[in-house]
């Protein structure tokens, strides 16, 4: 028996990647967690940023939200925070805008090289702790290439539309289960977990998802 847990998220989203942790830290005391099979899935934070765009994510916060940029240092210090408790060490201050489009078409070629879960994480780390322009198609090819994805399949993609198809229909699949936002949790098709929420509300959400999955069926 195989519990199927679909995580909607953004490489650029720093709540995403909190939230993976903590689910990782609830499946690390979960009894069926070897029953548990974890799918990445796309979706784009601000579909709205022009392809090619670059610059500090701190300015693109202050012009999208209309503060100041002593508000902007406060936002990114909160979650900087939220983030060390996890053990990730952010650098939002340095972090650069990217549309994530192509990236995501990249992660579903990963897939197929059963590399998906591992190029999902470097590219969070990348853009959250290394500064790293996700937008910039060499970045994006070497960073595949660091969790086993064929370089030049990787620039095939790039040059390409292979895969967005499939990153625009998983974005429309979030929608239809009621995503606004990311991250989104979605436990065995049957209940989904908005946010980054607590490691004990991911305890509960896997051992219900778990025992909908044992139950007989009449």
Not at 88 to 93: A, F, G, K, R
Not at 170 to 198: K, N
Not at 200 to 217: K, M
């Amino acid at each position: 028996m195989t519990v199927l847990v679909e995580v909607w998220s953004d490489f650029v989203c720093p709540w995403c990647y909190i939230g993976k942790r903590r689910l990782e830290t609830a499946l690390s005391r979960f009894e069926h967690a070897g029953d548990v099979e974890i799918v990445w899935r796309s979706f784009q934070l601000d579909p709205s940023t022009p392809e090619g765009a670059d610059g500090p994510v701190s300015e693109s916060l202050r012009t999208k939200y209309g503060v100041s940029a002593e508000q902007v240092v406060q936002m990114n210090e909160r979650v900087t925070t939220l983030a060390a408790a996890e053990g990730l060490e952010y650098h939002l201050d340095t972090a650069r805008v990217a549309n994530t489009f192509d990236a995501h078409r990249v992660a579903h070629l990963a897939r197929e090289h059963g590399a998906g879960p591992q190029l999902h994480e470097r590219l969070m780390r990348a853009h959250l702790i290394e500064s790293v322009h996700l937008g910039t198609p060499e970045n994006v090819v070497r960073l595949a290439a660091e969790v086993g994805v064929p370089a030049d399949e990787a620039r095939r993609v790039l040059d390409g539309d292979d895969y967005a198809d499939d990153v625009r229909a998983e974005i429309d699949l979030a929608r239809q289960f009621g995503a606004s936002g990311v991250p989104f949790f979605v436990m065995g098709r049957t209940h989904g977990v908005a946010g980054a929420q607590p490691v004990e509300v991911f305890d509960g959400a896997l051992a219900e998802a778990y025992s909908r999955a044992a139950a007989p069926t009449a």
